[in-house]
């Protein structure tokens, strides 16, 4: 496998990088430039423990191809990581394939905090429909980053607020018709949903109902309550490759800022036929 340094502004050429047969580090001296982004080359798709930025914890991610990039985030994207990540001059970055026993343990399969809108192959990979367009205020108040859909998976849960980190969230923006997706890029079985709201209250309102829309066509409806500690939700479903929350209903409340904090999906790795 290889690991390496790219500018996507540039002419494509490693900036820096390693290679290793089940496992490889880099250390990158400069410090990172807008454009800058790891590049992941492996010999076939699966599961991997990657560490791309050492103030974050070793994840295991889903990578659907040979090849698979993680942005360095900048500008206000930064602002739902920790004022200590991405920034100075010396970066140790580090990935190990797993074992198929651990690749089919029972686990978190939402858990990814490397995730970033600019990924390309790495699951699981949020999305979403909302919008924050660039203006005045964005430049301000970095709310791409604050509410941006990969704040959910993170693995934080701080939702007593929606400032800065660690409060990140994803917000709706006040669009009604709000979907948050969470793809895993291989099917898996699920039998867990948990989910954290943002509860700043009376800044924040929040949802009374959500529906868990699945690849295969179900759904679930899941009853949501006004409190600040996780919240679980039996689900049975196999062989999905993504879960999206939808038809969210907002509770009738004065406030317009619904916020989910975080989520978890409980499962496993659909076993091979």
Known sequence: MKLSIINRKGP????????????VHLVYEPAY??????RLE???????LVRLEDTLPPTAVY??????????????DRACFSPRSFVGKRHF?????LPSEKALEYRNLALNPHDTAANRGIFPHMTTNVTYPDSLRNKIFPDRGLFAPRNVIDGILANESHRLYPHQSWGINRDPNAVLTCGFGRPVDIDCIKLAIRGEFPHDSWWVQATAAFSDG??????IAKILELQSFEIHVTGVTSLSLCKLI?????SLFPALSLLEV????TKPQ
């Open 12 to 23: 494509g050429k490693a900036l820096a990088s390693a290679e290793g047969a089940e496992r």
């Open 33 to 38: 430039r807008p454009g800058d982004a790891v």
């Open 42 to 48: 492996v010999g076939h798709p699966g599961h991997y």
């Open 63 to 76: 990578l659907s191809g040979t090849q698979a990039e993680f942005s360095i985030p900048c500008g206000v």
């Open 93 to 97: 970055l580090e990935v190990m394939a």
């Open 218 to 223: 179900s759904e679930e409806h899941l009853t």
């Open 250 to 254: 907002k509770a009738d409340d004065p």
């Open 266 to 269: 409980w499962g496993r790795d």
